[in-house]
């Protein structure tokens, strides 16, 4: 279905300043956001949002409201966070000028079912803004599993009916955008290597693929994850990083991974978000459909844990789907124009699911609504898995948290 590239005529204007951060230039001609009111951070202080990374086991929500994914209100966004998100010299942060970025989107389903490309796209603009300048790659990346999704055959990163404000723009036209300007910017479905299993790059093996572990966790996962070798000859393994061969060695902290789902209903896990989304990282052909049968029992958890964690989740609220996910049509879809970032998965999953998409869901007359409540406990229900995915990523050594009361949302 690759319709080719088509190169978008946009001119990259200068680069503005907000807050003392720098805002990526707008891309496609539409008019910024307005400066920020006193009442949109009504009850947060600038102390609040500014005093450092969060305390012990407390989480930070970032959200803004009003926006379509295509002006600054990501931007604005990301300024704000904490830890920031600019990584430059010995100062904290999350990017640096050297990374390899994968951003993980949600890109099996067509039409409202995936990631907004235009908020992808104010996403890769900001990183290779960055104020040290960025000499590192960005990698737009999922895995469809080859099964399900709008033409039963699995994800498309170059599908004709996409989530954006022209309903043409793909996440693959977007990574074309910035190659063609001169960025190290490509899509890698991982549809095409999820039935071939390999082998890591130490043992010599440097084919595309998946790898797959021997152990089988007590939620039912076999932990698999890609491995592959980018258009620009960089090899990546997911869990372990990047492999520089010339040393035989991998550099672990030069791979981050920004999470980057579409909130929506799904009919047998209620929910995908931020820990649903990472049903795009293993493999379910080579592990006998293990990760997607081990949603219910907290695999996610265990997957996330035990391969790469995201160091920030940007949830897509643009655009939800409470009621019919996770095929999404344009029909079914409802208009929020938001979106959140917190570097604590398991807290955004709990705080959009409770607040936007569940309430969204009663009012579209779904009637399975209840079950999207995070503070579920019967099995079967959203909140008992996603508890079972904290448990996990606990006792990996991440401090999630479910406690609303550790939950500061600060409203921009």
């Given at each position: 279905m690759t319709r080719g590239r088509r190169l978008l005529g946009a001119c990259i204007l200068g680069l503005l300043s907000c807050g003392g951060a720098r805002v990526p230039p707008q891309m496609s001609g539409e008019a910024p956001e307005q400066p920020l009111a006193a009442s949109e951070t009504q009850g947060v202080s600038e102390r609040d949002v500014f005093s450092g990374a969060p305390a012990a086991g407390e989480a930070f929500i970032f959200v803004k409201e009003n926006t379509d994914g295509s002006g600054d209100g990501l931007a604005r966004l990301l300024n704000r966070l904490e830890p920031p998100f600019y990584k430059q010299g010995n100062r904290p942060g999350l990017i640096g000028p050297e990374d390899v970025i994968i951003i993980k989107i949600n890109s099996q389903w067509a039409e409202r079912g995936g990631t907004n490309t235009d908020l992808l796209k104010s996403l890769i603009r900001y990183i290779v803004d960055h104020p040290a300048g960025f000499r590192g790659e960005v990698i737009i990346a999922d895995n469809g599993q080859s099964m399900f999704g709008s033409q039963r055959s699995g994800g498309s990163l170059d599908w004709d009916n996409t989530n954006s404000k022209n309903r043409t723009q793909s996440a693959q036209d977007v990574a074309d955008w910035f190659d063609s300007r001169g960025y190290h910017v490509s899509g890698l479905l991982w549809d095409r290597l999820t039935r071939t299993r390999v082998e890591e790059f130490e043992t010599g093996d440097m084919a595309d693929g998946f790898v797959v572990e021997d152990t089988v966790h007590p939620t039912g996962l076999v932990v698999s994850y890609a491995k592959f070798t980018t258009?620009?000859?960089?090899?990546?393994?997911?869990?372990?990083?990047?492999?520089?061969?010339?040393?035989?060695?991998?550099?672990?902290?030069?791979?981050?991974?920004?999470?980057?789902?579409?909130?929506?209903?799904?009919?047998?896990?209620?929910?995908?978000?931020?820990?649903?989304?990472?049903?795009?990282?293993?493999?379910?052909?080579?592990?006998?459909?293990?990760?997607?049968?081990?949603?219910?029992?907290?695999?996610?958890?265990?997957?996330?844990?035990?391969?790469?964690?995201?160091?920030?989740?940007?949830?897509?609220?643009?655009?939800?789907?409470?009621?019919?996910?996770?095929?999404?049509?344009?029909?079914?879809?409802?208009?929020?124009?938001?979106?959140?970032?917190?570097?604590?998965?398991?807290?955004?999953?709990?705080?959009?699911?409770?607040?936007?998409?569940?309430?969204?869901?009663?009012?579209?007359?779904?009637?399975?609504?209840?079950?999207?409540?995070?503070?579920?406990?019967?099995?079967?229900?959203f909140g008992y898995w996603l508890r079972l995915s904290a448990e996990e990523l606990q006792r990996g050594g991440y401090p999630v948290t479910m406690d609303p009361g550790k939950i500061r949302v600060i409203k921009l």
């Open positions: 258009r620009y000859g960089t090899s990546v393994s997911f869990k372990k990083g990047v492999w520089i061969n010339a040393a035989r060695r991998y550099e672990g902290d030069r791979l981050k991974v920004i999470n980057a789902p579409v909130l929506k209903s799904h009919g047998q896990y209620q929910v995908t978000g931020a820990m649903k989304s990472y049903m795009g990282t293993p493999s379910n052909s080579l592990t006998s459909m293990s990760p997607h049968q081990s949603v219910g029992r907290g695999g996610m958890g265990t997957q996330m844990a035990m391969t790469r964690f995201p160091v920030i989740t940007i949830l897509d609220m643009i655009w939800i789907t409470p009621d019919g996910g996770p095929n999404a049509p344009y029909s079914r879809a409802v208009q929020k124009n938001m979106i959140a970032a917190s570097t604590d998965p398991v807290a955004l999953d709990y705080w959009a699911g409770k607040n936007v998409l569940m309430p969204a869901a009663q009012a579209a007359g779904n009637r399975r609504y209840t079950s999207m409540n995070p503070d579920g406990r019967e099995p079967g229900s």
